[in-house]
T-cell receptor
């Protein structure tokens, strides 16, 4: 157990809908990262937050947005969902924005029907 | 942008043999190279990492080597065991003002008993 928690574990929704995925970092970690892993695909970095501020952006679609709250938990919002958004979404945390070690949560499996 | 290529995509070895997975990267500013192990349906777990100021690092049966000039790094697993069977991802990360994260496409390792 990495200490990073994600909810929900599974999410099934229809195209066009909007969902929110939640992540709580390890105690003491200030940085949160979001990744998307499609079926049989590698990890795609989406976005990083540090202490409430956006720090880096990867291949994140405009339909997706994220934020990190004062208590350091983070939410990833996915809107106007498409079939291709079905994937595992992982969050990871690290101690600081420049910490080299990231610890992954168990992931949220999103299925868009 | 950065491109991390990982080979092979699948690797099958006999228990007790060694396994080698190779990655190449294009961004010469990349300075941190972690390796993750992901078992089916589970989260990626950091198994070993190396920084750009080090050429080799070993942890029991696992070792990583880095050749900065050639921009490639490799994961070596010796005395493989069935529980080593998983997908392994390499990554090249550039920690500057804005962090850049790039993952390889993964190698599915199968260790046959």
């Amino acid at each position: 157990d990495s200490g990073v928690t994600q909810t929900p574990k599974h999410l099934i929704t229809a195209t066009g809908q909007r969902v929110t995925l939640r992540c709580s970092p390890r105690s003491g970690d200030l940085s949160v990262y979001w990744y998307q892993q499609s079926l049989d695909q590698g990890l795609q970095f989406l976005i990083q937050y540090y202490n409430g501020e956006e720090r880096a952006k990867g291949n994140i679609l405009e339909r997706f947005s994220a934020q990190q709250f004062p208590d350091l938990h983070s939410e990833l919002n996915l809107s106007s969902l498409e079939l291709g958004d079905s994937a595992l979404y992982f969050c990871a945390s690290s101690v600081s924005e420049s910490s080299y070690e990231q610890y992954f949560g168990p992931g949220t499996r999103l299925t868009v029907t | 942008g950065e491109n991390v290529e990982q080979h092979p995509s699948t690797l099958s070895v006999q228990e007790g043999d060694s396994a080698v997975i190779k990655c190449t990267y294009s961004d010469s500013a990349s300075n941190y190279f972690p390796w993750y192990k992901q078992e089916l349906g589970k989260r990626p777990q950091l198994i070993i990492d190396i920084r750009s100021n080090v050429g080799e690092k070993k942890d029991q049966r696992i070792a990583v080597t880095l050749n900065k000039t050639a921009k490639h790094f490799s994961l070596h697993i010796t005395e493989t065991q069935p529980e080593d069977s998983a997908v392994y991802f390499c990554a090249a990360i550039r920690y500057l003002n804005f962090n850049k994260f790039y993952f390889g496409s993964g190698t599915k390792l199968n260790v046959k008993p």
